[in-house]
């Protein structure tokens, strides 16, 4: 049977005309199609719009099976699904027995033609119809398809751009960020709900929200095809605009955001990285970029300078450790504030951090001008503090540095200024110096030995040495004591006084430490192999390697290593370093010990702890400082003090080690008072490893002599 096309084109072009929606179309043309004589092999027609983006179908229609039946194919996933070969292949695919078993979910049967209707390249719907048992279709059949799928693709795909059309404006209209449609001259046609909330807001019109210049952005945004965001204010609201160019309809849209809160944290975090939280003074980084904008003046004025001070509180941890942290909070609040409302002369106020302030004294020349302004904020601050009803005074101590020359760097001027104060703060408190000549050469030449002690830790040239610690009842050798020497290339064996200061203040105290850590722990577990009588060794901390969290899990690392045993270590910490940071010292200790460390107080006497603290912390050993014994026997003060160390040691269940005991007299007093150990040059001074290792194998001969010796010979 022949087809009459023109008249098959004629009724569907007919039904396209209807002002129908996409569903109720796609109902009708089914109806027709399946209608067409010897067209359909069943009545069976389906429509499926194609949503290329999400891969998945949505069912329209269909005429010989139950709308039920089709709306599961929304619920096709498998990529392998004929329906989806077809829509993205482009060709009809006819379903059999081979290529489709229905695991995917869809129900076709045998010879279901799947028809993809294409604008384009773009598969717009799918039209599922039943057209031959075999897949062979004849040429009628064929001329009709193409006929129709031709109309069907154009309609589906004139609907599908309508549909969008209108929920793009439904959703331009209801979206709560402002959008504005522009024609090519920047003039707005169209400016959504949300623009007239924020016109009204802020009391401005149309042109004041968009951003200047809005007309360069449109001709770009037309000219460049890419979109362009923009920033833009009203009131105390931002706005990012990003202008699109839409080609249809030859008009700009502007997409806004509003960023007002992320311009407010932004501003924040700008404000909060050069101000200090505490005062809101500028911080150390503010006040470097304040110095270098100062330095820049001398370019232009070499007239120009002025004075950096550096301000120290004296003794400010013991206002925080007698009256808390807040009360210490609230003194440096007001320190702050009195000094920015000082007028005595042009200046920039800034804290560093800490218990450290910093004033800038702006045009100013006379170093004895600068001492006068000094001593004035020195009596600024000395004014007495209400805290909770306590008054609390305060001295200072205030280094000063002149930025008089074009060489000057703003990192060197504080540089300077804080050599000056730590010059001041050796003085005792209340004192004021300014950086000079000397200090200077002071500062090359401490960097000098801290370059050449950096090169020396690296190539092995600081060593350890040995220094013995002996039980008073047998002089035995129980332990030593690790002490650090540099093996100079020039200047011979430099003891720990010449360089371990220069390696705190610069920090490198961190490598020195773990470097003497490492030597000691491959020494124990040494010994330990060679099976020579179980001796400890000791090691000195310092109160900046005190600081590190990780303190202790780089000593363990370095036990675990070496393979040494963690119960033959004594870390010694110095009570001085203790009683500063008492809440430190104690978290450090405990978690030393709960790893078998052993811990011992250094310097014990001159550091002023408490009681209180003494017995809360959890010490194995105290080391009475040599100052203490220098007078034994004679001097009834050492003689009392060592006296009442010993016992009171004894009643916390510690034991006591005296330090540089260097005459017979002064180890019977010890004797007498049943000191347990003692260490000084009497015994043996401090050695190298090698004859350490010696002494430890006299030792062990010692231990079958009876009576035990006096004094030990150090084997040479
Ligand atoms: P310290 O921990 O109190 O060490 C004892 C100091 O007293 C040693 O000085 C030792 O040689 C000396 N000494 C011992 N017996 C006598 C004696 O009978 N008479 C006299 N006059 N002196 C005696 P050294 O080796 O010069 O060490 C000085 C300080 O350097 C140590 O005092 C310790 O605080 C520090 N130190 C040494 N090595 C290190 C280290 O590796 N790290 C750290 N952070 N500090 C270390
Ligand atoms: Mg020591
Ligand atoms: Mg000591």
Not at 12 to 29: H, R, W, Y
Request: aromatic letters at 6%; glycine letters at 6%.
């Amino acid at each position: 049977m022949s087809f009459d096309l023109s008249e098959i084109s004629r009724e569907l072009l007919l039904l396209t005309l209807e002002d129908d929606s996409v569903e109720k179309f796609s109902e009708k043309a089914a109806a027709y199609i399946v209608s067409i004589p010897q067209f359909c092999n069943k009545p069976i027609c389906s429509f499926f719009l194609v949503h290329s983006q999400k891969r998945h179908l949505q069912p329209l229609a269909c005429v010989g099976c139950s709308p039920d039946q089709i709306a599961d194919y929304r619920n096709l996933k498998n990529p392998d699904c004929l329906f989806f070969v077809a829509a993205r292949s482009g060709e009809t695919t006819v379903m059999n027995r081979e290529n489709c078993s229905n695991d995917c979910g869809c129900d076709g049967e045998s010879g279901l033609h799947i028809v993809p209707l294409r604008k384009g390249n773009i598969t717009v719907a799918l039209m599922a119809i039943s057209l031959s048992a075999d897949g062979m279709l004849n040429d009628g059949q064929l001329k009709v398809l193409q006929g129709i799928s031709d109309i069907l693709a154009k309609n589906f795909s004139r609907m599908v751009n309508l549909r969008q059309k209108e929920g793009m404006a439904l959703l331009v209209h209801e979206s709560p960020n402002p959008i504005i449609e522009c024609d090519p001259e920047g003039e707005v046609v169209y400016a959504n709900p949300a623009v007239k909330k924020i016109l009204w807001q802020h009391s401005v019109d149309q042109d004041e929200l968009l951003p200047s210049n809005h007309l360069e952005y449109v001709r770009s945004a037309m000219r460049l095809h890419t979109p362009e965001s923009v920033k833009g204010e009203v009131g105390n609201s931002a706005f990012s605009w990003t202008y699109h160019y839409m080609e249809e309809s030859d008009r700009v849209f502007l997409f806004g955001v509003d960023i007002s809160e992320q311009k407010r944290i932004e501003t924040q975090l700008a404000h909060d990285a050069m101000y200090d939280e505490l005062t809101d003074l500028p911080n150390r980084t503010n006040l470097l970029s304040i110095l270098k904008s100062e330095l820049s003046v001398i370019k232009r004025r070499d007239d120009y300078s002025f004075a950096l001070l550096l301000i120290d509180l004296d003794r400010f941890k013991t206002v925080i450790e007698s009256l808390g942290f807040q009360a210490g909070n609230d003194v440096l609040r007001e320190i702050g504030l009195r000094l920015r409302n000082w007028r005595g002369h042009d200046k920039v106020v800034a804290r560093l951090g800490g218990d450290e302030f910093a004033v800038i004294l702006e045009e100013i020349n006379s170093v004895s001008k600068v001492m006068e302004l000094a001593t004035c904020i020195n009596q600024l601050i000395s004014e007495p503090f209400r805290v909770n009803e306590n008054r609390i005074s305060l001295t200072v101590s205030i280094g000063i540095a002149m930025g008089n020359s074009l060489n000057q760097t703003p990192e060197g001027l504080l540089h300077n200024a804080s050599a000056a104060v730590y010059r001041a703060k050796r003085q005792g408190t209340n004192h004021t110096e300014v950086f000079d000549k000397e200090m200077h050469l002071n500062a090359l030449a401490r960097l000098q030995v801290h370059n050449e002690l950096r090169q020396a830790i690296d190539s092995g040239d600081v060593v350890v040495y040995y220094q013995p610690v002996l039980g008073l009842n047998d002089l035995r050798v129980r332990g030593f004591e690790a002490l650090a020497r540099w093996q100079h290339p020039e200047k011979g064996l430099l003891p720990p006084g010449h360089f371990i200061p220069v390696a705190e203040e610069t920090g490198l105290i961190y490598a020195l430490g773990a470097h003497i850590i490492k030597i000691v722990c491959k020494q124990l577990a040494e010994w330990k192999a060679a099976n020579y009588p179980l001796a400890w060794v000791s090691v000195n901390l310092s109160a900046h390697q005190f600081q590190i969290d990780h303190l202790v899990s780089d000593i363990m690392r370095a036990i675990v290593d070496a393979g040494a045993d963690p119960s033959r270590l004594f870390i010694e910490i110095t009570e001085g370093t203790a009683a500063e940071h008492p809440e430190r010292a104690f978290e450090m200790m405990s978690r030393l010990r709960e790893h078998g460390i052993r811990i011992a107080l250094d310097d014990f006497g001159t550091g002023y702890s408490s009681m209180s603290y003494l017995k809360r912390f959890p010490i194995d050993t105290l080391k009475l400082d040599r100052s203490f014994i220098k007078g034994l026997p004679e001097s009834q003060d050492d003689a009392a003090i060592a006296t009442t160390v010993i016992n009171m040691a004894k009643s916390l269940g510690m034991k006591v080690v005296a330090e540089g005991v260097e005459d017979e007299r002064q180890a019977m007093f010890l004797r007498l008072q049943q000191c347990d150990e003692v260490q000084g040059f009497l015994y043996g001074k401090p050695m190298p490893v090698h004859n350490a290792t010696l002494l430890l194998k006299a030792g062990a001969r010692v231990k079958s002599e009876s009576p035990p010796i006096k004094r030990i010979k150090i084997p040479q």
